[in-house]
């Protein structure tokens, strides 16, 4: 009887001790098995430790797995369950070539500290975690005019911010280096688009021609550049708080037009070139240009002449992941096609 007590307590010991001995993948409700890889879980855990949370005290979510695997990877780490603490987010190679601010995540933590972005807790060579934030809208009337208010505040001021390293200052733009980039080593030499508008068919050598001449002919514009703008500033990657607007995604800013963040966050596939939310577009614009010394005319000058760049600049982004991601190479041409269309029609309007 003595016997079998101590074995039983030796037994005890011996697994008390194991969970302290075992890898934290033994104990935590999430695993590699979870995930889409075995790095993702040694970032995700390298991520939580350095904040100083225990694995085994937080849940990790990912979202957004239907998006291809190709994509940025995000993860939301929630505490007791339910309660969201913070967002990891894990860079996919593309996002990495893309990117010019280094170390990965000064950018972020930049403008973060600036209170234009959500507070960054930690960082590796290839993710971020940083705070949760929701969106706060209440609903009410005018909260469209009184978030468009916000948000053309917050970015006025993402205009104004001073660049991240005084050698920033001659950054090329991020606008052309991003076409550059993703054209040279990414669209591959045989694509091809059909289906865009009027039978029309589009290949690599017509979107590299055409963003030489859409160059060449902004280059003899006057349009503002800031050292730094948001660079894919669409609004889902707009947060808005009660108080304030905070910005997401800046894996693209940088040097670049003003003119190309107020046109990205504007149009949409049902208006592409902005002709029927001109007086919403008037407020957004006006809000802004009290923040930042400027004309309302100067302004829609400049969104007039950028517009149809965001079309031609996401129809080659979406180039490139179908070669980045051949299993879904019908979605991606698809959806080149329909940036293309957006883009001849913006184009055919402004020259
Ligand atoms: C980040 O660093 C780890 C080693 O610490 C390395 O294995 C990995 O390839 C690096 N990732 C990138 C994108 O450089
Ligand atoms: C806006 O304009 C586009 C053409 O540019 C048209 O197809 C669409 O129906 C219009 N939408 C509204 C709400 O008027």
Same mark, same amino acid.
């Given at each position: 009887?003595?016997?079998?007590?101590?074995?039983?307590?030796?037994?005890?010991?011996?697994? =008390?001790?194991?969970?302290?001995?075992?890898?934290?993948?033994?104990?935590?409700?999430?695993?590699?098995?979870?995930? #889409?890889?075995?790095?993702?879980?040694?970032?995700?855990?390298?991520?939580?430790?350095?904040?100083?949370? &225990? $694995?085994?005290?937080?849940?990790?979510?990912?979202?957004?797995?239907?998006?291809?695997?190709?994509?940025?990877?995000?993860?939301?780490? &929630?505490?007791?369950?339910?309660?969201?603490?913070?967002? +990891?987010?894990?860079?996919?190679? =593309?996002?990495?070539?893309?990117?010019?601010?280094?170390?990965?995540?000064?950018?972020?933590?930049?403008?973060?500290?600036?209170?234009? +972005?959500?507070?960054?807790?930690?960082?590796?060579?290839?993710?971020? =975690?940083?705070?949760?934030?929701?969106?706060?809208?209440?609903?009410? /009337?005018?909260?469209?005019?009184?978030?468009?208010?916000?948000?053309?505040?917050?970015?006025? /001021? =993402?205009?104004?911010?001073?660049?991240?390293?005084?050698?920033?200052?001659?950054?090329?733009?991020?606008?052309?280096?991003?076409?550059?980039?993703?054209?040279? %080593?990414?669209?591959?030499?045989?694509?091809?688009?059909?289906?865009?508008?009027?039978?029309?068919?589009? !290949?690599?050598?017509?979107?590299?021609?055409?963003?030489? !001449?859409?160059? +060449?002919?902004?280059?003899?514009?006057?349009?503002?550049?800031? #050292?730094?703008? %948001?660079?894919?500033?669409? $609004?889902?990657?707009?947060?808005?708080?009660?108080?304030?607007?905070?910005?997401?995604?800046?894996?693209?800013?940088?040097?670049?037009?003003?003119?190309?963040?107020?046109?990205?966050?504007?149009?949409?596939?049902?208006?592409?070139?902005?002709? !029927?939310?001109?007086?919403?577009?008037?407020?957004?614009?006006?809000?802004?240009?009290?923040?930042?010394?400027?004309?309302?005319? /100067?302004?829609?000058?400049?969104?007039?002449?950028?517009?149809?760049?965001?079309?031609?600049? +996401?129809?080659?982004?979406?180039?490139?992941?179908?070669?980045?991601? $051949? $299993?879904?190479?019908?979605?991606?041409?698809?959806?080149?096609?329909?940036?293309?269309?957006?883009?001849?029609?913006?184009?055919?309007?402004?020259?």
């Amino acid at each position: 009887m003595v016997m079998v007590k101590i074995t039983f307590m030796m037994r005890v010991l011996l697994m =008390l001790s194991l969970l302290f001995i075992l890898p934290d993948q033994a104990v935590t409700a999430w695993g590699p098995e979870s995930l #889409p890889s075995h790095h993702h879980y040694d970032i995700l855990m390298s991520l939580i430790r350095s904040v100083g949370w &225990n $694995p085994r005290n937080v849940d990790v979510q990912h979202l957004d797995k239907e998006k291809s695997a190709f994509c940025n990877t995000v993860y939301r780490v &929630n505490q007791n369950k339910d309660t969201t603490i913070a967002i +990891a987010k894990i860079f996919s190679p =593309l996002a990495l070539a893309r990117m010019t601010h280094r170390p990965v995540g000064s950018m972020d933590s930049y403008v973060a500290s600036q209170g234009l +972005a959500p507070r960054i807790l930690a960082k590796t060579n290839e993710s971020i =975690l940083m705070e949760f934030y929701e969106h706060n809208c209440d609903g009410t /009337q005018n909260a469209e005019e009184r978030d468009d208010s916000l948000c053309a505040l917050s970015l006025a /001021q =993402l205009h104004s911010l001073l660049p991240l390293s005084p050698s920033q200052e001659n950054d090329e733009n991020m606008l052309w280096r991003s076409c550059r980039i993703l054209l040279l %080593h990414h669209v591959s030499e045989s694509w091809a688009c059909h289906g865009v508008a009027g039978g029309g068919s589009w !290949n690599k050598e017509m979107l590299a021609t055409e963003v030489r !001449n859409q160059q +060449a002919r902004l280059s003899q514009k006057s349009l503002i550049e800031v #050292p730094i703008a %948001h660079g894919d500033c669409k $609004p889902s990657n707009v947060i808005h708080q009660r108080e304030r607007v905070v910005f997401i995604d800046l894996e693209l800013c940088g040097r670049n037009y003003r003119a190309f963040d107020l046109a990205k966050l504007l149009r949409n596939d049902q208006d592409p070139a902005l002709r !029927n939310s001109s007086s919403r577009r008037a407020r957004f614009l006006s809000a802004y240009a009290q923040h930042v010394d400027v004309s309302l005319h /100067q302004l829609q000058t400049e969104v007039d002449e950028i517009l149809s760049l965001t079309w031609l600049e +996401a129809a080659i982004f979406f180039a490139a992941m179908e070669s980045v991601d $051949p $299993p879904n190479s019908k979605n991606w041409n698809s959806l080149a096609a329909s940036r293309l269309q957006n883009y001849e029609m913006c184009r055919n309007l402004t020259q």
